[in-house]
């Protein structure tokens, strides 16, 4: 049976965590990481490749690769072997992230059955075996859900299914000595009813961490300019409350998961939006920019060189709008930022203190876009020292520029640079 292979890479989105030794944190347990995303490896304009990481400012890192195969680089050869050499020679551990987006079409059958998932069990700890991996990272985007890419297969007991799967991989010899994850959404698994469980004690039995993807809480889909990755929500509008850190956080400790097993997911790119300027500015004002302006629905702006385009199909074979992500290094490039990522007197800015998130706009372009800097991610920082969680992973580590975002967050949530 052709089963685990298929599964594999079908499945696997790889997402790979590195662990530096040489940069001890204050507390050994602290989690500095980013995914990496295979297909900026190789192929991209620019690339973003091993050589590109800061390796010693990281315990962990997360690439996710190729969706449609077992590749760190893009169709141009598999660099996890690369990957896991160096991270492992950085004293890292490596972790591979099964999934992603794209790359959960199949997830629900792959745990629909006592036998699937056995099947998965193997092709999971053979997989590992193979590669020295020290790590599995589940980005099952998500689990009973359809909030998903559009083809996901999808199943009631997803979550129940799910859960039965760790504990088997937990009972495996290899999957015990595995470090197991989640890469979340900002609420907790659905019940087969549709309801986010109340109670996650089991999952928090079987991960050692979940790292909650706290961004893309508001985009193209909404109904207004909003913030990618709200700190806080609970300080605007009720119509604004779309969620954020504190909420999820909320959440999940709520159902059961402990802090201390919470990794904080923070991004490292923003979202564009079509603005023209009666909406960008306050009434009255052509300097003030408003807060949640409305924005053009028809019209999706296209963001940096690594943005998903429209004419580029999806994982599921369909074309959608183009992407509008500009990464903070591109922010810098197009001159919105000067090169220290601070904003600049030629394009009207706003820092939001309930989202604790910055917003540019582009008045010749009529472009808002909402996204992070280096005070937003001092901001995270502190939330996840001041609130003893886990640390932090960035998606993704190439979108930074010279590790202002990096090294702001990582200063704040508590970590030491040995160069200090
Ligand atoms: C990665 O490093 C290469 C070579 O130095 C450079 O050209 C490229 O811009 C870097 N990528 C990013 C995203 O900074
Ligand atoms: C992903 O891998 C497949 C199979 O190797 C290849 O055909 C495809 O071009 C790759 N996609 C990207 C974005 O590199
Ligand atoms: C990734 O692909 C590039 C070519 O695009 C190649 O030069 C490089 O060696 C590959 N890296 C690995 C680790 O396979
Ligand atoms: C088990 O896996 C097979 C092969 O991918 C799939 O066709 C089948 O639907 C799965 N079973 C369940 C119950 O999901
Ligand atoms: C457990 O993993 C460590 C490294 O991650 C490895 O050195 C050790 O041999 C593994 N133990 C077993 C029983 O596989
Ligand atoms: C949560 O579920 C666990 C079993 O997974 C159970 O032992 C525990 O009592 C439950 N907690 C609550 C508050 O219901
Ligand atoms: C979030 O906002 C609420 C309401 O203003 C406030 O009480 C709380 O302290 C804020 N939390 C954080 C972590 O900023
Ligand atoms: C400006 O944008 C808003 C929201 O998209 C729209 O309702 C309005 O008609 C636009 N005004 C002009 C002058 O285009
Ligand atoms: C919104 O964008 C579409 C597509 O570019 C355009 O045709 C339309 O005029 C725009 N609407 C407004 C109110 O500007
Ligand atoms: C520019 O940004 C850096 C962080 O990248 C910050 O330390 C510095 O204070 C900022 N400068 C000004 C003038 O705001």
Redesign the pocket.
């Known amino acids: 049976m052709a089963f685990p292979t298929s599964l594999a890479i079908s499945v696997l989105s790889l997402t790979t965590f590195f662990s530096f030794a040489h940069s001890q944190p204050t507390d050994p347990q602290l989690i500095s990481s980013a995914w990496l995303a295979g297909?900026h490896i190789a192929?991209a304009t620019p690339t973003f490749g091993l050589g590109n990481i800061s390796w010693d400012k990281y315990t962990d890192m997360i690439p996710t690769p190729?969706?449609?195969?077992l590749?760190l680089n893009?169709?141009d050869g598999d660099a996890l072997p690369a990957f896991v050499e160096q991270a492992h020679a950085n004293g890292v551990n490596a972790h591979v992230a099964l999934g992603g987006w794209g790359g959960s079409i199949y997830y629900s059958s792959s745990v629909g059955s006592a036998e699937n998932r056995t099947l998965f069990v193997k092709a999971v700890t053979e997989f590992a075996t193979k590669y020295s991996l020290d790590g599995i990272n589940f980005d099952w985007e998500y689990p009973a859900s359809s909030n998903n890419i559009g083809c996901n297969i999808i199943n009631p007991d997803d979550t129940s299914n799910f859960l039965a799967f760790l504990q088997e991989l937990r009972a495996n010899p290899v999957g015990a000595n595995l470090t197991l994850s989640a890469a979340t959404a900002i609420t907790p698994f659905l019940d087969s009813s549709g309801t986010a469980l109340t109670n996650v004690s089991a999952f928090a039995d079987v991960f050692d961490f979940i790292a909650i993807m706290n961004y893309d809480i508001w985009g193209s889909w909404s109904t207004a300019v909003g913030p990618n990755a709200p700190l806080n929500d609970s300080c605007a509008a009720p119509a604004n409350q779309q969620g954020s850190a504190v909420s999820a956080i909320t959440a999940w400790h709520n159902a059961g998961m402990p802090l201390e097993k919470i990794v904080l997911g923070v991004p490292s790119y923003g979202h564009s939006f079509s603005v023209n300027k009666t909406s960008a500015f306050e009434s009255g004002s052509t300097t003030q920019l408003a807060a949640y302006p409305a924005f053009n629905a028809s019209d999706f702006p296209l963001g940096d060189s690594w943005d998903n385009a429209a004419t580029v199909p999806d994982a599921c074979g369909n074309l959608e709008t183009n992407g509008g992500v500009f990464d903070f290094w591109s922010l810098i490039e197009a001159g919105y930022l000067d090169t220290e990522g601070n904003f600049t007197s030629a394009y009207p800015s706003r820092f939001d203190e309930c989202s604790q998130t910055p917003y540019v706009y582009d008045e010749a372009a009529e472009l808002m876009i909402s996204f992070d800097n280096a005070e937003s991610f001092t901001a995270k920082g502190n939330f996840i020292h001041d609130f003893g969680l886990r640390g932090f992973a960035i998606w993704e580590a190439g979108g930074d520029s010279n590790d202002i975002l990096l090294d702001a967050i990582r200063v704040a949530a508590g970590f030491e640079d040995d160069d200090c």
């Open positions: 297909w192929d190729n969706t449609s195969a590749t893009g169709s």
